[in-house]
């Protein structure tokens, strides 16, 4: 099975762990922080910017889409293999940054949400069950 958008995800992953080891010593922490998010935000920009410019095939953005869905169960085990007892034990930061990182990204979900804007074409593919990887295809 091919999927496409690997060379990017790669790309992006590298740069994002480069970035994140930088981070990490300019905090004066010997790790990685926020390397597979600014990871994920780069391929996010580079995917918006590639589709602007009209040099993203249509197959391509899907193989994307897939590995930016992919992302999400990949922090979330990174995020499991932190010691939170230790975390808990250092005090009430850690318990409100977790709120807060929370709360921001539910805002920033919903402002996302209501500022898209779906295409009468769009909505009635949808609608109808239309399966844009046979479409691609045909």
């Excluded at 300019?26 to 410019?53: C, D, E, H, S, W």
């Excluded at 034990?89 to 850690?94: R, T, Y």
């Excluded at 239309?130 to 691609?136: K, Q, T």
């Amino acid at each position: 099975m091919i999927i496409y958008g690997t060379a990017l995800l790669a790309a992006c992953h590298l740069l994002g762990i480069f970035l994140g080891d930088l981070l990490g010593q300019a905090l004066g922490v010997k790790t990685n922080v926020g390397g597979v998010g600014i990871a994920m935000l780069l391929l996010i920009f580079a995917r918006l910017y590639m589709a602007q410019k009209n040099i993203l095939p249509k197959l391509t953005e899907l193989g994307v889409e897939y590995w930016g869905a992919m992302y999400i169960p990949v922090v979330v085990a990174m995020a499991a293999q932190q010691d939170m007892l230790a975390a808990l034990k250092g005090g009430p930061v850690a318990l409100l940054s977790a709120i807060a990182a929370v709360a921001v990204c539910a805002v920033v979900i919903a402002l996302i949400n209501r500022t898209e804007k779906v295409t009468p074409e769009a909505a009635s593919a949808l609608a109808h069950g239309a399966n844009p990887l046979v479409a691609a295809g045909e």
